[in-house]
T-cell receptor, first 113, second 114 residues
Framework: NAGVTQTPKFRILKIGQSMTLQCTQD?????MYWYRQDPGMGLKLIYY???????DKGEVPNGYNVSRSTTEDFPLRLELAAPSQTSVYFC????????????FGPGTRLTVL | DQQVKQNSPSLSVQEGRISILNCDYT??????FLWYKKYPAEGPTFLIS?????DKNEDGRFTVFLNKSAKHLSLHIVPSQPGDSAVYFC?????????????FGKGTMLLVSP
């Protein structure tokens, strides 16, 4: 049981490039989330999904897109990378709305130069 | 506008003593509160939670207290151990997304020295 896995661990992008951050969970969780954490700041929700085929915007969705074609996968797409997107990105999953725990992946550290 | 506030960026405590981490919130509709712990280069891990209908929840060395009238919660760690050194995030669940998402504070870095 690997839990929540994220790839890549690190990435450097040039301004204007695009990339997809991958997130996979093997716990059959319905809910999945993408957060970003800037230095000295808390976790800010980018997008979330309550099940396959359903996605919703969080607090800071601009510049990002997501899809949820399967229960396991929840990729985050950056189309035109900007320096403001330099951050650490965390993916998380949760079984259902009322369960306590969101399980987090190890994070992807992204730098946009 | 921060709905969950952790006003102390850092806290230093000696091993064996009590660590008290504080969290304030502004949204009276929050119904569930959680504490997460984060080590460097790792994702946050769930530590302890409390429902808004309770005022205390205990799990081993960790106790969370909730004061609804003051919109304040605190995490007590007794006794503190060097392995507790980490960043602690307070989080709350609210109605904005049908209670599907969490709002996090900025975190408090706890350093427990031997």
């Amino acid at each position: 049981n690997a839990g929540v896995t994220q790839t890549p661990k690190f990435r450097i992008l040039k301004i204007g490039q695009s990339m997809t951050l991958q997130c996979t969970q093997d716990m059959n969780h319905n809910y999945m989330y993408w957060y970003r954490q800037d230095p000295g700041m808390g976790l800010k929700l980018i997008y979330y999904s309550v099940g396959a085929g359903i996605t919703d915007k969080g607090e800071v969705p601009n510049g990002y897109n997501v899809s949820r074609s399967t229960t396991e996968d929840f990729p985050l797409r950056l189309e035109l990378a900007a320096p403001s997107q330099t951050s650490v990105y965390f993916c998380a999953s949760q079984l259902a709305r009322n369960t306590d725990t969101q399980y987090f992946g190890p994070g992807t550290r992204l730098t946009v130069l | 506008d921060q709905q969950v506030k952790q006003n102390s960026p850092s806290l230093s405590v000696q091993e064996g003593r009590i660590s008290i981490l504080n969290c304030d919130y502004t949204n009276s509709m929050f119904d569930y509160f959680l504490w997460y712990k984060k080590y460097p280069a790792e994702g946050p891990t769930f530590l302890i939670s409390i429902s808004s209908i309770k005022d205390k929840n205990e799990d081993g060395r960790f106790t969370v207290f909730l004061n609804k009238s003051a919109k304040h919660l605190s995490l007590h760690i007794v006794p503190s151990q060097p392995g507790d050194s980490a960043v602690y995030f307070c989080a709350a669940r609210g109605p904005d997304s049908g209670y599907s998402t969490l709002t996090f504070g900025k975190g408090t870095m706890l350093l427990v020295s031997p």
